[in-house]
């Protein structure tokens, strides 16, 4: 749409019918002013007021909008311009809101899964937390000790146990329990994946007997990444080592009263459970 052309073909008309501004005016209900910026092209007349301009200057409202007089046969062309041109405005203002539709659907579907994903998250950080035990608080690892081993056979008294001796290497932790008889017990714990201030309880023996008899080495891992823990209590006075041998290959700690070690180690037998050896300070081997 040309206004200065559409305002130029008004004044002209007007012209042509021996009416001022102001008489125009009067017949479409609209200031002078408004005429005026009509026909210098300043402004356009307003779709209420297209209609009755049309009448008043014997024009067509394509005539109007093409900014000059049509004859027949161009008359069904401007206007079927007019009508494209509309339905191009109609269709763009349709594809941008159902661009708008279609990004705050995105948006709103990408919320939700972000929110559940947060959810998830929260849940599985919540379980990790909630089965986890910070490694400095000792009546609570003495208190997950004693829920492992609920249904397994063994002495102690899960009320009154307590950690006599931890050891850590890596990721684990080995604690030996006693209760106040002197019912003795061992657990293992590694370290929780999202807390690494807390353990997990992964595996134990629910039943140490005290002396040499009950000094074990145990695979709790596997074949191909064995954690390999040494156990025992209330060992002879005399004692102050150990030892064990696993793939022709020799492994020892000290035993002092108690014997508690873990060995990280790769290609052993799983079900690897050799009786180790203890000998005093001048490497006598104590027999039972």
Not at 83 to 103: D, V
Not at 117 to 140: I, K, L, P
Not at 190 to 210: H, M, S, T
Not at 240 to 248: D, I, K, N
């Amino acid at each position: 749409m040309d206004t200065k052309a559409t305002g130029a073909l008004i004044a002209r008309r007007r012209k042509q019918m021996a009416l001022s501004q102001a008489d125009l005016a009067e017949r479409l209900h609209v200031t002078d002013k408004a005429v005026s910026r009509w026909e210098t092209g300043r402004g356009m007349p307003g779709l209420d007021s297209l209609e009755p301009l049309s009448e008043a200057l014997g024009l067509s409202v394509s005539e109007l909008l093409s900014g000059k007089e049509l004859t027949v046969e161009e008359l069904p062309k401007a206007a079927g311009g007019q009508i494209m041109e509309s339905m191009k405005r109609e269709h763009t203002w349709k594809w941008l809101a159902w661009l708008a539709m279609a990004a705050v659907t995105a948006l709103a579907v990408w919320g939700v899964n972000v929110s559940v994903q947060a959810q998830r998250e929260r849940a599985e950080r919540d379980a990790h937390y909630a089965a986890s035990v910070h490694f400095e608080d000792e009546e609570a690892l003495a208190r997950g000790t004693a829920d492992y081993f609920k249904g397994q056979t063994s002495q102690f008294n899960a009320g009154t146990l307590e950690v006599r001796e931890r050891t850590e290497t890596g990721d684990y932790l080995a604690l030996l329990c006693s209760d106040r008889a002197g019912a003795w017990c061992m657990s293992l714990w590694q370290k929780d994946e999202l807390f690494p201030d807390r353990y997990q309880v992964i595996g134990g023996r629910a039943r140490v007997d005290p002396g040499i008899g009950g000094l074990l080495v145990w695979n709790f891992g596997d074949a191909r990444n064995a954690v390999v823990v040494v156990s025992g209590a209330e060992l002879p006075e005399e004692a102050r080592r150990y030892t064990w041998s696993g793939l022709s290959k020799e492994y020892g700690g000290i035993a002092d009263q108690y014997a508690l070690d873990i060995f990280c180690l790769h290609d052993v037998p799983e079900n690897l459970s050799p009786l180790p050896h203890l000998y005093d300070g001048n490497g006598n081997w104590i027999w039972e």
